[in-house]
């Protein structure tokens, strides 16, 4: 059974798009919490959380579709 080498490339872009997200969110996360007087404090926060749950999901997805070239 072959792998589908463009939908594991597809795969690989998305785990790719997700590693910096890994990191950036939390570093978003961490500098609001750190400057919680300023008034942009919640909208930080919410960046950086969206940051995190769109590694999550770049995550999932690319991991679901590198498992789908190789088994589909």
Known sequence: MP???Q???KGLKYLSGALPLFFL???VIH???K???NPFFIPVLAIG???CFAGIF???FGLKTIMKS???
């Open 3 to 5: 792998t589908d080498k």
């Open 7 to 9: 939908i594991l490339m």
């Open 25 to 27: 969110g939390p570093v």
């Open 31 to 33: 500098s609001s919490f």
């Open 35 to 37: 400057n919680q007087s």
């Open 49 to 51: 959380v969206i940051f």
């Open 58 to 60: 770049l995550m999932f």
């Open 70 to 72: 190789m088994v589909d």
